[in-house]
């Protein structure tokens, strides 16, 4: 039996087990400039995601905390993706498409290039002005929100990319993400003891690495949160949940690193946050929809998070 046939993603799955992320194909930018092929206007854009995904979540979460609810329409999918992939329909939490009127996000994508044959993800920007996808990248849709939707975002919301920082927090981003937040895909994908092994060093020794940094200052980059801290809270939010059991990262939940969960805690605890959050979209999509990972489609109960506690965090400002 060849190591691909009980993959989740065949397609993505390397000769040695592991498993290598497909590249986004949609990379267009929304730019301020109004000259531009896409200037950021509101109305004009619309977003498909998923409260499961963290990929996703980091988007929705840019829209919430840059107030651009009302620039920037929304469509949730269904957390239970199967062979048609993310199905788009009403139902407890996830929502139609007012847009396009599209029952499955595959034909947003076939709409935009009718030859793509590789696996449909989330998040999706769409562009309702020329009726295609602008970008299926997470990292530049939340850039796009942070930079170039500033003259259109609540006037008191931060930039968690300046400029003047860009090059500490891309170096910090390429690390978490290989190790922590692409790492434990490589552990729940892998289909070989040797792979799963591999990715499962490199995301405790990056967790490890990752506790010891945050026991000398409040956020990864100092006492001010960056781009960086909210790419890395939409893995460490479903860790305990679904990564810890489902995708056998075992060794330790974030719960057991004193750094990590108060740093959790904090970024949980921040206005609007929380509301962004779905622990049953999560387990929900985890549970049910790897059935090479979880035959039986059987949804946990626990773990119940408990993420409004005091964390102390605030001791670590000055520093």
């Not at 498993?19 to 896409?38: G, H, I, N």
């Not at 956020?219 to 305990?240: P, Q, V």
Request: charged share 25%.
């Amino acid at each position: 039996m060849s190591t691909t046939s009980s993959a989740p993603f065949p397609r993505e799955t390397a000769p040695d087990g592991s498993f290598v992320r497909q590249e986004s194909v949609f990379r267009d930018w929304v730019r301020a400039d109004p000259k531009s092929a896409y200037p950021a206007q509101a109305g004009r854009y619309h977003l498909y995601v998923s409260l499961a995904c963290p990929w996703a979540h980091r988007v929705i979460l840019y829209r919430r905390l840059k107030g651009l609810e009302d620039a920037i329409s929304m469509t949730v999918v269904d957390p239970e993706r199967d062979e048609r992939g993310w199905a788009i329909c009403d139902g407890p939490g996830n929502t139609p498409d007012p847009v396009n009127g599209f029952a499955f996000l595959f034909e947003a994508y076939a709409a935009s290039v009718p030859e793509f044959d590789g696996r449909v993800t989330v998040p999706v920007l769409w562009d309702t002005v020329t009726g295609r996808i602008i970008s299926n990248e997470s990292a530049d849709i939340i850039r796009m929100l942070d930079r170039e939707f500033v003259g259109i975002a609540r006037e008191d919301a931060p930039v968690y990319c300046p400029p003047e920082r860009e090059a500490e927090i891309d170096e910090i981003n390429a690390s978490i993400y290989e190790h922590i937040n692409n790492g434990v895909y490589r552990c729940g994908f892998a289909v070989t003891q040797e792979a799963y092994e591999e990715a499962f060093r490199d995301v405790f020794g990056a967790l490890q690495a990752v506790e010891g940094r945050l026991g000398a200052q409040r956020y990864l980059l100092g006492s001010e949160i960056t781009e960086a801290d909210w790419r890395l809270f939409t893995t460490l939010i479903r860790f305990d949940v679904v990564y810890f059991g489902h995708f056998k990262c075992n060794l330790r939940r974030i719960v057991d690193f004193p750094n990590l969960f108060g740093y959790l805690c904090d970024l949980f605890q921040k206005p609007l946050v929380g509301d962004t959050v779905s622990f049953s979209h999560i387990k929900r999509h985890y549970y049910r929809t790897h059935p090479t990972i979880n035959p039986t489609r059987i949804v946990p109960v626990g773990p119940h998070m408990i993420l409004t506690e005091p964390h102390g965090r605030e001791r670590l400002s000055a520093g």
